[in-house]
């Protein structure tokens, strides 16, 4: 190839021959390019298009660039770039908001030899950083090649409230849908008088529930439900006031659900997909009732999921570890996985996942084989931390920033980290800038809210001021980015009880 001169790294373990091509991802500057080299012309050189071609001792090449034309070329010629359904087994969801993070991701689940959703990005989380569900979908698919990784990844479209965010998710190919009906739950439910409690439970969407207050009272309330399974049994009884309770709380919801997951039949036409329901954004725990509840109400309605969010005990904040009692959450935890045990059995999937080490053991021993831990913040701040390494500067006018957008951008966030908690970074050598915001809680917290606001800020020209400095200081430093991801989640991994 004409190298001569230019300077270039070829990604190794991206090297495959197809129809006499040989087919490999270069990086030439910051820019990642797709190359093929062959004698004959074939459907696929011809499916690509390139930005420069050209002769060398015998053999053509084609230089083409990263985009999302040549994304869906590659994904039609190389099957192990499309996304597939979710395994079953536990998994794990590795979200990457800059585009950079993914080989590093492969890394660490092909070591565990756990399947993971790579893409896996809520459309909350691409508003924030500008990013297309196509745009999420293409990094992925460009990084599996360059990892040679053919073992399969799922795509989450990670909650999803509103019928247009499923089509906007399914044109782009996503194979999982993570539904979000958090906007129709009712968080007062456990506050009202019986007299208001029992207006709104007949004021629910019967109709679309396909029922009536009479024989849903009858379903639940009477009848002692006994779970079993391997872990242990609990019995669920319903009072009527708490059938009442937990309809007003989720029935609403429920129907929202309903709506979304007839869309995804309806685009799917038969195929199969993978179905979450979250409900892990509510003000208190999910009591096992109203999993109960939840899990039969749509069993009932002929929603077939694959994985349920709770919101469980104790606080799961942001960027940290797990804030609670661990007796009850092991205890609580337990139950829930003889109701998915007995009512699936379906995976429960843990949000906020990543950081929470203090429960993993716990995770890992009840639910083997049968969780999913999603996380994505966590792999922005490993991004800031090669940062910190090579550009203190530049980290520390991250700082600052974030500081400025620090008290807007935390009120969608449970968090505890305040203001006046957070140190000043100039009371910092440039050595110690990773161990203080990196490695203590109110750091990580400052950095993880701030995300959207760093990876979106521009100037009065338009220009971005942090995203373009930060994906250079990352790409000339893959390497080392890619190593920080895999002994990050190696931690995550090795405490959920999994072996390398
Ligand atoms: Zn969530």
């Known amino acids: 190839m004409r190298s001569r001169g230019r300077e270039i790294k070829v990604y190794r373990r991206s090297i495959t021959t197809q129809s006499g091509t040989v087919s490999l991802l270069i990086r030439e500057g910051l820019d990642k390019k797709f190359v093929m080299i062959y004698r004959e012309e074939s459907d696929l050189v011809e499916s690509f298009k390139a930005e420069e071609e050209g002769e060398l001792d015998g053999y053509r090449y084609r230089i083409c660039p990263c ?55 809520s459309i909350r989380e691409m508003g924030r950083t500008g990013r297309s569900p196509e745009e999420v979908l293409d990094d992925v698919s460009w990084a599996v090649f360059q990892e040679g990784y053919r073992d399969g990844f799922a795509a989450d479209a990670d909650h999803l409230k509103t019928l247009e965010d499923i089509d906007r998710t399914f044109k782009a190919g996503f194979t999982m849908y993570t539904l979000d009906p958090s906007d129709y739950v009712d968080d007062l439910a456990g506050t009202y008088d019986l007299k208001t409690l029992r207006e709104k439970f007949d004021g629910l969407p019967w109709k679309e529930l396909g029922c ?94 694959d994985g ?75 991004a800031l931390r090669v940062v910190a390494r090579h550009d203190p500067r530049l980290f520390r006018e991250i700082i600052d920033y ?23 970074h100039r009371m910092c050598r440039d050595e110690e800038l990773e161990d203080v915001f990196l490695n203590r809680d109110e750091g990580r917290q400052l950095l993880h809210v701030t995300y959207g606001s760093i990876l ?23 390497e080392e980015y890619y190593q920080l991801l895999q002994n990050h989640f190696r931690k995550h991994l090795t405490a959920l009880g999994l072996k390398g």
Not at 404 to 413: I, Q
Not at 460 to 470: A, E, L, P, Q, T
Request: aromatic share 12%; net charge positive; glycine share 6%.
């Open 67 to 121: 985009n999302h034309e040549n994304a869906l070329a590659l994904r039609r010629y190389f099957p192990y770039t499309r996304p597939s359904r979710l395994a079953k087994g536990s998994t794990i969801g590795m979200g990457d908001r800059i585009g950079v993070a993914t080989p590093g991701h492969i890394r660490a689940a092909r070591e565990f030899r756990i399947f993971p959703a790579l893409a896996q990005q």
């Open 212 to 305: 009536d207050p009479r024989s849903c009272l009858n379903r639940y309330v009477g009848p002692r439900f006994r779970l079993r399974s391997s872990e242990g049994e609990v019995d669920i009884t319903f009072s009527e006031e708490v059938l009442m309770r937990s309809a007003v709380k989720y029935s609403k919801a429920i129907a929202h659900i309903l709506k979304m997951y007839n869309r995804l039949v309806e685009l799917f036409d038969g195929k199969r997909f993978d179905l979450e329901i979250s409900v892990d954004e509510t003000a208190s725990p999910t009591t096992p009732q109203e999993h109960f509840f939840i899990a039969s109400e749509l069993k009932r309605l002929g929603v077939r999921f």
């Open 308 to 382: 349920l969010a709770l919101r469980f005990v104790g606080a799961f904040e942001k960027a940290v570890d797990y804030r609670g009692d661990l007796k009850m959450f092991e205890e609580t935890f337990k139950t829930h996985v003889i109701i998915a045990k007995s009512l699936g059995p379906y995976k429960l999937s843990i949000h906020s996942g990543s950081d929470k080490f203090s429960i993993y053991p716990i995770i890992g021993k009840w639910a083997k084989g049968m969780f999913h831990l999603k996380t994505a913040g966590t792999s922005y701040l490993e």
């Open 456 to 478: 979106t800020a521009r100037d009065s020209n338009g220009r971005w001021i942090f995203r373009d400095k930060i994906r250079k200081i990352l790409l000339e430093n893959e």
């Open 402 to 424: 974030s500081m400025k957008c620090f008290e807007r951008d935390k009120a969608t966030y449970m968090i505890s980290t305040k203001i006046e908690s957070i140190p000043d």
